[in-house]
Every structure is written in structure tokens, then in C-alpha cells.
């Protein structure tokens, strides 16, 4: 039976969750959006922006072939772009339109089930160009490439080498009489290679090449060059430009691959905010780190936590609507069969993905304002802080990307075969968050990274150096003793770092051992990286809980309380959750008992009863309008069964009563005529 709600009819299961939610569900969205402005603001750019039908398909896009799924991606991608133009520019309050607006990618979320061809042009081209660009080339190129007259891409990875970007091997060899950087892919390995939108979209691409100039190499260094005509479209001579073919998500991004056939661009088109060549060909360092070409991506890292987090926010929305309409045996046989969010087990899997969408979040915002602070610091020629920022940019990058993909599978799970459907919804949202794993720097390679600064700050902890913010926990990694277990938020929060000090402490003196042993310090190194990759993980973690507790008590200090109470106790599930996962590490840095953590485990259970009752009005709070989820399952009204229904009529294969495969080959085969 259904009922009707401010004319819309309502699964009756989730009209009674909406019922007893016992806080404001507008006040958390509140909270998340950052202020009551921001919702009003973010409204209405989702009403000007969807309420039009531009973002609906006339037919499902996963009915579509990939030649007709990508026409309709770029179809939609210009109505988007040009509504940003528009009517959005204004209205969403940035001085160029769409550049890392989360509520501007929110929305466009709802133009593409898998992505848009633009991605890239928004997310790295543009941003390339403000940060690597002198304000001359900037001038130059940033109006064109905002008014969308040149659309580019951000063409470094290459058929070889994506990690190591040291390694890359597309040459651009300065030629002094014509003024011109020959650029030349030297061997099939050296091919560009997944760049978004090169394959058909893009005439300009940002391309990551060896700089060589009077016979010397000075490493990789960013061009901007043109490679299709503005006008046919038509790749220019010397340019070899395709698309990479069918992956397993990514599907409207045409992907591409690019190689160079001694193709000449002027001189002023490098990027030489950091690094330039003088017409004569002298090579003159400006920037005063060695790594700022690298500014583009760490800008993308930081963007992905807000990103993934927004991601992991629809798939626990899809999975804990559904989860209250859906109902599944009879443990009590005289009683109704229950909600499957009845199931304690169910709650395990999902109120976890609630707390994480929301730690993720509000370490976003934290880790953009450290950004922005960085920035700002680097503008006045101080680089001081990079190495931390990209410490932690690194982990939380690594991090909030690997749970936030295992979260929404662990969301697929909760959805039982449904969840299987496209039309749920989680599959994209799995295809799109586990590339995010690996894109933008592996997940292992980016730890690593954070393990080499955790080590030195261990080291300048044990020289009794000053440390910097996020690892100053490390000062009390020399006490002797194991740190004292309490399970208070605090106390839990201590006992991670404590966690992370021990682990870094182990490598560091196997790393010690080992090279006494003969070992180099590389091998030593290299033995040593399973347990390196395990301390910077547990640095993230214990950064990220800080992080979530703190911003929490500081951004409910005036809230009603249910509303206090209810974000307690998330941030207290967070905590319980990732100590029960890691109760070897604490019992070996600890002081934990066996009997704490017998303990801790019933609190946990307690928890999840407590929040239970709230669960939709927590998943109702990302206000994730339906046009956002594209979820069979996880809509507002909760019309799942009918949606399900509606979605297998509109399969092509049910448009005639008799398949074509029937006289073709069943029946022979049958008839035994084969
Ligand atoms: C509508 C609006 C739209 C907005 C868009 C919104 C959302 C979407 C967002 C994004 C777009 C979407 C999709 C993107 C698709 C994916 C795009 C890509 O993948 S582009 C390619 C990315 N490639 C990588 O990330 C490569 C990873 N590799 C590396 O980063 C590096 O090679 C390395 C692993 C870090 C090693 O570099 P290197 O060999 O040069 O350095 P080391 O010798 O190891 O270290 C020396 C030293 O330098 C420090 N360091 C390294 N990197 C940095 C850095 N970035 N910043 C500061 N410092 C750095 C390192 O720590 C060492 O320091 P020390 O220990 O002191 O010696
Ligand atoms: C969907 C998608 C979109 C992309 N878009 C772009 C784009 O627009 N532009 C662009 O330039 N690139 C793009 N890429 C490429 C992407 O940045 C790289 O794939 C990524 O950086 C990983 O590099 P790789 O492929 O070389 O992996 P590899 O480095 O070959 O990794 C393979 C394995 O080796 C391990 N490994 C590698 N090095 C080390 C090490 N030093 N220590 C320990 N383990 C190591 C890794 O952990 C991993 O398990 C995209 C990739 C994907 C999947």
C-alpha cells in the first residue's frame, strides 16, 4: 500500500522512517552545505539546472551503443556547459564558471550516469592553465579555454609509464632558429595514453614531455599544445590521435592515446609560471620548489575526497532507502517479515558508509582550507608547507578513495541481486569511485609517499626537532611505554596515533636493522614498504578521525539537541568501527584488554540500535534530489518494485514478443537443423 506526501505517493515503509526520525533533517543538511546560504544556493542552481528536463534521456543510456552513448554525453556536456555560462555563472557566485565547484560537479551529476567528455577541461586543463601559466599566457589562454571556444585535456600518463612520471618518455627539444620545441614520441611506450576527452573531444591538450634544450635534459615540464584544426576538427599533421577502447567505466570519457611525430609548437607554449627557456635557449629555473609542475595534480587529490565523498553519500542513500522498504524472512514467525534495516548485520554494513560520507566530507572542506592556506603561502615564495600538504593530500587521496569504493560495493551487498541492476544505480557509482583508486596517483604509491615524510618526522621527533601539525603526535612516540587505552572519543583518537607512531617506529627500526645487515637503503626500504604503506594508513586514519571528531563538536556548537546527539553518535560509531578493525594493532601498541574490546564491541552494537531509527532521516539530510541518485532503488518515494519494472520494460530486448535468435539459431539447434 502507498500513501501520498506533498503529492508525491509514498512507499508506506519509508513515510513511517520519515516519521520517527526524532532530529531536523534540514539542519544536517545545514551543517554539510555549509550554512543555511549555502542550501538556498545550491537549490536553486539544482532547480534552474534539472528542473528543465535537459539532464533526461530519451532513451536509457546503458541501452545505447558506445558510439551513441558518447554522441549524447558531448549532447549533453554543451546544454551543461552552456547553462554554466549562463544562467549558472550567476547564480552559483564563482568568477569563472565551474572550476572545482563542488555544487557545480554535484549537479552536473546529473547530466551522466558514467562522465562527462568535459571532465577534463574543467578539472585539469583549466586548472593547469591557472596554475602553471605566467599572467601573460594566462591572459591568453584562460578566457578561450572558459568561454569553452578550445576545449583540452591534461595529456601526461603514457603506455609505459603513469607512476613514474620522471620516466616519461615524449621529448620536446628546443630548436633555437625557429623558436620552436619539437615534441616527439620516441617509442610506441612513450604514446599518450588515458587522458579524458583526447580521444574525439578535445583540440587542446596539456602535454607532459622531457624537456631538452642545448643538448641537456631538465625533466618533465608542461606544454600546452593545439592537435585538431579549431575549425574541421581534423587532427593536425604530425599529431596521431585515437580513443583507447571499451573500460570498465569511464565509458562516455573517451579516453585517448596521442603520439608526436616530430611536431613543432612556439616557444611561448610552455608553461612558465615555474620553468622557462629564453628565445636563445638558456633554461632558467623561476620556482623555488623542485615539484610545483605537480601543482595540477595534488589540486586533483584534494578535489577527490569531496568528490568520493559525495559519490559513497548516494550509494548508503540508494542502499538504506531500499533497505527500509525491503522486507526479507521471518525470524519471528507469528510477526511480519522485517525491513532488512532491521538486521543488525545490515546496519553493520551501512551506518558505517553514513559516518564515512560524512568524515570524508568535513575533512574535505578541513583539507581545501589547508590548501588554500598553502596557496597562499607559496604566492609569497614561502614552500615550507608543501611537503607536509602533499603528505597528507597523498594518504587522504589514497584513503578516502579505497573506502569510499569498498563502502559502496560493500552498499551493492546491502541491495542483494537488485543491487546488481545498472538501474540501481551502484554499479556506475562503483565503476566510476574504483578508478579513483588509481587515477590520479596509485593507491600504494601515494602512501608511500606519505611513509617517507611520517619517517623523517620520526626521525626529527627522535633528534627532538620541532614537528609539524598533522604528525606532532609523534613527540610522545619515545615515552617506553604503551599508550594508556580509554575508550572516550579522545581516548580512542589517541590511541590511533599511538597506532600510527608504533608502526612507523617498527619500520623504521627494521629499516635500521636491515641496513645494518648490508642491505642499501633503498632495499632497506623497499623490504620494508608493506609495513611503511600500513603506517601511513594508520596516520591517515588517526588524521581523519581528529579531523571528523573535532569539525563535528565545533559545527553542531549551536545545534538543537537531537541533532547533537544524533552526530555523536556517528563520529562515535566511526571510532568503535575502525578500532574493532584494527584490535591486533591496538593490542600490540596499547594498552587495550582482551575485556575492553569484548566491550567496545557490545557498545558498538548498542550504537547501531540508536542510530537505527534515524537512518533514512541521515540519508534524507544529503538532500540528494532523484535526479542525482539515477536509482531504481533508491528514490525519495520509495516506488522500488514498480521503478524496477518500469526500467525492464524499456529494454530493447522486450520489444518484440519472439527474439531474431530464435529462427537464427534456437530453433535450428533445437529442431536439430544445425
Ligand atoms: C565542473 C567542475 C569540474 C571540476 C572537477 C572536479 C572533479 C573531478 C576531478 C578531477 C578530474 C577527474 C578525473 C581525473 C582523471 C585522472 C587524471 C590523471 O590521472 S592525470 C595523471 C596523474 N598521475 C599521477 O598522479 C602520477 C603519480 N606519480 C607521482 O605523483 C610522482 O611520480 C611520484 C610517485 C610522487 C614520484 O615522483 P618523483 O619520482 O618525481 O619523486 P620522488 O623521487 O619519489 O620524490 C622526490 C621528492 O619530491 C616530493 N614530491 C613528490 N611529489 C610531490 C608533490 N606533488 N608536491 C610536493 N612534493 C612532492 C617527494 O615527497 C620527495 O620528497 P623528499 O622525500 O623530501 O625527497
Ligand atoms: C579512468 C582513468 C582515467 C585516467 N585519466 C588520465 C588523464 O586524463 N590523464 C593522464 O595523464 N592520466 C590518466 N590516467 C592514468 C592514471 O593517472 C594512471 O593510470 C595512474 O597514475 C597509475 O599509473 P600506472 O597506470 O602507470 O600504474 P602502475 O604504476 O603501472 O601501477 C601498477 C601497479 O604497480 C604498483 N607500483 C607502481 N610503482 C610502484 C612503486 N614505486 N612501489 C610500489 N608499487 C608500485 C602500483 O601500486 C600498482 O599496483 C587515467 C587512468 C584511469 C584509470
Not at 252 to 260: C, P, R, V
Not at 414 to 441: D, Q, W
Amino acid at each position: 500500500m502507498t500513501q501520498t506526501n506533498n503529492n508525491m505517493t509514498v512507499n508506506p515503509d519509508l513515510a513511517m522512517e520519515r516519521a520517527k526520525c526524532n532530529f531536523n533533517v534540514l539542519e544536517v543538511t545545514h551543517i554539510f552545505d555549509g550554512g543555511e546560504r549555502n542550501t538556498l544556493q545550491r537549490k536553486k542552481i539544482e532547480d534552474v539546472a534539472l528542473n528543465s528536463g535537459a539532464s533526461k534521456d530519451a532513451l536509457g543510456e546503458e541501452h545505447m551503443s558506445p558510439k551513441e552513448k558518447y554522441e549524447n554525453a558531448v549532447r549533453k556536456s554543451c546544454i551543461y556547459a552552456t547553462m554554466m555560462k549562463n544562467e549558472l555563472a550567476e547564480l552559483s557566485g564563482l568568477e569563472s564558471f565551474g572550476v572545482s565547484s563542488p555544487v557545480i560537479r554535484r549537479t552536473a551529476d546529473a547530466f551522466f550516469k558514467e562522465v562527462s567528455p568535459f571532465l577534463l577541461h574543467l578539472g585539469m586543463f583549466v586548472p593547469t592553465i591557472m596554475g602553471q601559466c605566467t599572467p601573460e599566457q594566462q591572459s591568453y589562454w584562460l578566457p578561450r579555454a572558459l568561454d569553452m571556444q578550445i576545449i583540452g585535456t591534461y595529456a601526461q600518463t603514457e603506455l609505459g609509464h603513469g607512476t613514474f612520471i620522471r620516466g616519461l618518455e615524449t621529448t620536446a627539444t628546443y630548436d633555437p632558429e625557429t623558436e620552436e620545441f619539437v615534441l616527439h614520441s620516441p617509442t610506441l611506450s612513450s604514446y599518450k595514453w588515458w587522458a579524458g576527452g583526447l580521444g574525439k573531444t578535445v583540440n587542446y591538450c596539456i602535454v607532459v614531455a622531457q624537456l631538452y634544450t642545448k643538448g641537456e635534459c631538465h625533466g618533465t615540464h608542461p606544454f600546452i599544445v593545439q592537435i585538431r584544426d579549431e575549425d574541421t576538427h581534423v587532427p593536425l599533421p604530425g599529431i596521431k590521435v585515437g580513443e583507447i577502447g571499451p573500460k570498465m567505466g569511464f565509458n562516455t570519457a573517451d579516453n585517448g592515446f596521442l603520439g608526436f611525430d616530430h611536431y613543432r609548437i612556439p616557444r611561448e607554449h610552455m608553461l612558465m609560471k615555474n620553468a622557462q627557456v629564453l628565445k636563445d635557449g638558456t633554461y632558467v629555473k623561476v620556482a623555488r620548489h623542485g615539484k610545483l609542475t605537480y601543482g595540477t595534480m595534488v589540486f586533483v587529490r584534494v578535489v577527490l575526497v569531496n568528490e568520493v565523498a559525495f559519490n559513497l553519500a548516494k550509494a548508503s542513500t540508494i542502499a538504506v532507502r531500499y533497505s527500509a522498504i525491503r522486507r526479507q524472512s521471518k525470524p519471528k514467525p507469528d510477526e511480519v517479515e522485517p525491513q532488512i534495516l532491521d538486521y543488525v548485520t545490515q546496519q553493520h554494513k551501512l551506518f558505517i558508509a553514513i559516518a564515512t560520507a560524512h568524515a570524508l566530507q568535513l575533512c574535505s572542506t578541513w583539507l581545501w582550507e589547508s590548501f588554500s592556506a598553502v596557496l597562499a603561502q607559496m604566492k609569497g615564495g614561502n614552500t615550507d608547507t608543501l611537503p607536509e600538504f602533499h603528505a597528507l593530500s597523498s594518504c587522504l587521496k589514497a584513503i578516502s578513495t579505497s573506502d569510499s569504493a569498498h563502502l559502496i560495493e560493500q552498499c551493492r551487498h546491502a541491495c542483494g541481486g537488485h543491487g546488481y541492476m545498472i538501474s540501481s544505480g551502484i554499479p556506475n557509482l562503483y565503476n566510476f569511485v574504483s578508478a579513483t583508486r588509481t587515477y590520479e596517483g596509485d593507491y600504494t604509491v601515494l602512501l608511500l609517499q606519505t611513509a617517507r615524510f611520517l619517517v623523517k618526522a620520526y626521525e626529527q621527533a627522535e633528534a627532538k626537532k620541532p614537528l609539524t601539525p598533522t604528525v606532532s603526535y609523534l613527540a610522545h612516540a619515545f615515552s617506553g611505554s604503551r599508550a594508556t587505552w580509554d575508550n572516550s572519543p579522545d581516548g580512542i583518537i589517541r590511541s590511533f596515533q599511538a597506532l600510527a607512531a608504533g608502526k612507523t617506529a617498527v619500520c623504521v627500526t627494521n629499516m635500521r636493522k636491515r641496513m645494518r645487515a648490508g642491505l642499501s637503503q633503498v632495499d632497506a626500504w623497499e623490504m620494508s614498504t608493506i609495513q611503511l604503506v600500513a603506517a601511513a594508513e594508520a596516520h591517515c586514519r588517526a588524521v581523519i578521525a581528529d579531523t571528523y571528531r573535532k569539525e563535528i563538536v565545533r559545527l553542531t556548537a549551536n545545534s538543537s539537541p537531537n541533532v547533537k546527539v544524533v552526530m555523536d553518535q556517528l563520529t562515535t560509531l566511526y571510532l568503535y568501527y575502525w578500532a574493532l578493525e584494527r584490535t591486533g594493532d591496538l593490542l600490540m601498541f596499547t594498552s587495550v584488554s582482551q575485556k575492553d574490546l569484548v566491550d567496545l564491541q557490545i557498545a558498538y552494537e548498542e550504537l547501531l540500535l540508536k542510530i537505527r531509527p534515524n537512518a533514512v532521516g541521515l540519508v534524507d539530510a544529503f538532500d540528494l534530489r532523484d535526479e542525482l541518485l539515477h536509482s531504481t532503488l533508491g528514490s525519495y518515494d520509495g516506488r522500488v518494485y514498480e521503478r524496477l519494472m518500469e526500467e525492464a520494460l524499456k529494454s530493447p530486448m522486450n520489444k518484440e514478443p519472439v527474439s531474431d535468435a530464435y529462427s537464427k539459431y534456437l530453433r535450428p539447434m533445437m529442431k536439430g537443423k544445425l
